[in-house]
């Protein structure tokens, strides 16, 4: 079965831009959760998709935003870039959501570069 | 979520049984604890969970202790590949953490040769 995968693994941005990131999910998994990674934050919460409805959300700001597709298949978008942004964004899918001993499996993650 | 206490780093020997500590003495009864494992700029790789009985996969066995405060990973026969950051979560079944693992800072295991 394959795993979860994530396009682009690399994109480099400028400030202001805009970029959307997408993930495909394990076959038969409907949960996908988005997760950012940076040296000084470490492993941060985005948010978490189930049957194209948001279930939770992290403390990120309002450019932060995603959105999951019938076929469970999730996007995130981040507008008017910041260096900050720059980071390992990884996202994970599970079976279900919410439920007690779902494991979460996770892509190789997308290199973010905010120049 | 319940926190979590690891110790920083950790060095055990290949093929050496790698035993690494948790400590989270605030869970709660419905809280599972769950391991992860990161390869460097890899994505995390699931390991094992367990809620209250002890837990052993093909990768790793996962000691609960009775009153459930604490938790060991063992990594029977380490190898250089199971050089990594390991993560202890514990995380509650549902509601409003529906999809969120909060990571720590992890344990850096390094394997010698």
């Known amino acids: 079965k394959a795993g979860v995968t994530q396009t682009p693994r690399y994109l480099i941005k400028t400030r202001g831009q805009q970029v959307t990131l997408s993930c495909s999910p394990i076959?038969?998994?409907?949960?996908v959760s988005w997760y950012q990674q940076t040296p000084g934050q470490g492993l941060q919460f985005l948010f978490e998709?189930?049957?194209?409805?948001?279930?939770n959300k992290g403390n990120f700001p309002g450019r932060f935003s995603g959105r999951q597709f019938s076929n469970s298949r999730s996007e995130m978008n981040v507008s008017t870039l910041e260096l900050g942004d720059s980071a390992l964004y990884l996202c994970?899918?599970?079976?279900?959501?919410?439920?007690?001993?779902?494991?979460?499996?996770f892509g190789p993650g997308t290199r973010l570069t905010v120049l | 979520d319940a926190k979590t206490t690891q110790p920083t780093s950790m060095d055990c020997a290949e093929g050496r049984a790698a035993n690494l500590p948790c400590n989270h003495s605030t869970i709660s009864g419905n809280e599972y604890v769950y391991w992860y494992r990161q390869i460097h700029s890899q994505g995390p790789q699931y390991i094992i969970h367990g809620l209250k009985n002890n837990e052993t996969n093909e990768m790793a066995s996962l000691i609960i202790t009775e009153d459930r405060k604490s938790s060991t990973l063992i990594l029977p026969h380490a190898t250089l590949r199971d050089t990594a950051v390991y993560y202890c979560i514990v995380r509650v079944g549902g509601g409003t953490s529906y999809g969120k693992l909060t990571f720590g800072q992890g344990t850096i295991l390094t394997v010698h040769p």
């Open positions: 994970a899918s599970s079976l279900k959501a919410g439920q007690g001993g779902n494991e979460q499996f």
């Open positions: 998709y189930f049957s194209e409805t948001q279930r």
């Open positions: 076959s038969g998994h409907r949960s």
